[in-house]
């Protein structure tokens, strides 16, 4: 069982930035890959990033890559999620997750372990 809490959301100005972090439970650590997903109003949730629980290979969204960073913290077991350049469409509800394996994916269905979620929202 793992158990991921979130934290960091706010309001941000277009062009802003924002440090989102997940603390996770359980003795298993690296056998984990991580992501980040998001869901606006009324929309699907989607993945945003993901990073996987030993040599640390990251996925990205397209509309993200080069703004945003997805790194692991193994002494403190937190995933965090730096978001620079901030845009209005970046607006939602920001998810940690986590995968049973180690192996970096980009398939929601592939987590399993949810946190509750922290808001984001960028004004413009």
């Known amino acids: 069982q793992v158990q991921l809490v979130e934290s960091g959301g706010g309001l941000v100005q277009a062009g802003g930035s924002l440090r989102l972090s997940c603390a996770t439970s359980g003795r298993t650590w690296d056998t984990y890959a991580l992501g980040w997903f998001r869901q606006a109003p009324g929309k699907e949730r989607d993945f945003v990033a993901v990073?996987?629980?030993?040599?640390?290979?990251?996925y990205y969204q397209e509309s993200v890559k080069g703004r945003f960073t997805i790194s692991r913290d193994n002494a403190k077991h937190t995933v965090n999620l730096q978001m620079n350049r901030l845009k209005p469409e970046d607006t939602a509800v920001y998810y940690c997750?986590?995968?049973?394996?180690?192996?970096?994916?980009?398939?929601?269905?592939?987590?399993?372990?949810w946190g509750q979620g922290t808001q984001v929202t960028v004004s413009s």
């Open positions: 997750a986590a995968r049973r394996g180690p192996i970096a994916t980009m398939e929601k269905s592939e987590f399993v372990y």
């Open positions: 990073i996987s629980g030993g040599d640390t290979t990251t």
